[in-house]
């Protein structure tokens, strides 16, 4: 994206606050950044390392929750958070690991998925931590549940791909603070 993912705006509001107004009130919501991101109400950890990866992220994440049930997504992926609803009625309805958003071309969504904490666990620790891809998550033997994607499982990897959403303003980037704007 060229800037701090969670600090890119859509409409004037950051990817951030997109995810967490599409999170089902009940959720409990921990962010993961290095960043210093001022949430209000929502519990943020950073990876270790920092910079880690996404396998990373999602253990860091894990740390600092109770639940059974995990959410996993990416703050790439504003809409995803409505997915969450249907991803935990197929992960409870079916005796599997885990419910994950299989996208319209196929590709199955490993941050758009929702795990019992025991499943992501042992996932975890097959796939290691630091630079392993969250796709990784999916080996064998974990039993995976297809949810059909609508959509809004989509993430965005440009500024112009995020763009089909609305305006489009980087934030912070890794080497320097210039923000460009971006319009559909």
């Known amino acids: 994206m060229g800037a701090e993912k969670a600090q890119v705006k859509l409409d004037g509001q950051r990817l951030v606050d997109h995810v967490i107004a599409s999170l089902p009130d009940d959720a409990d919501v921990v962010v993961v950044s290095p960043f210093p991101l001022g ?3 929502v519990s943020q950890v950073a990876e270790d390392p920092p ?3 996404p396998v990373a992220g999602i253990a860091a994440g894990l740390g600092a929750l109770e639940t059974d049930l995990v959410g996993v997504i990416a703050v790439d992926a504003p809409r995803s958070g409505a ?4 991803l935990v009625r197929t992960l409870t309805d079916k005796e599997t690991d885990v419910a994950a958003v299989e996208a319209e071309d196929g590709y199955l969504q490993p941050l758009c998925a ?3 904490r025991a499943a992501l666990l042992r996932a975890l620790e097959r796939a290691g931590a630091s630079g392993v891809a969250a796709k990784r998550l999916f ?3 974990t039993q995976v549940a297809r949810v059909p994607g609508d959509g809004r499982e989509q993430d965005y990897d440009t500024p112009e791909e995020l763009g089909a959403l609305g305006e489009v303003e ?3 980037t890794h080497a320097s603070n210039q923000s460009s704007k971006h319009s559909p």
């Open 39 to 41: 949430l209000r109400g």
């Open 51 to 53: 910079f880690g990866g």
């Open 83 to 86: 997915l969450l609803p249907c």
């Open 114 to 116: 929702v795990w019992h």
């Open 139 to 141: 080996d064998a033997p």
């Open 170 to 172: 980087l934030g912070p």
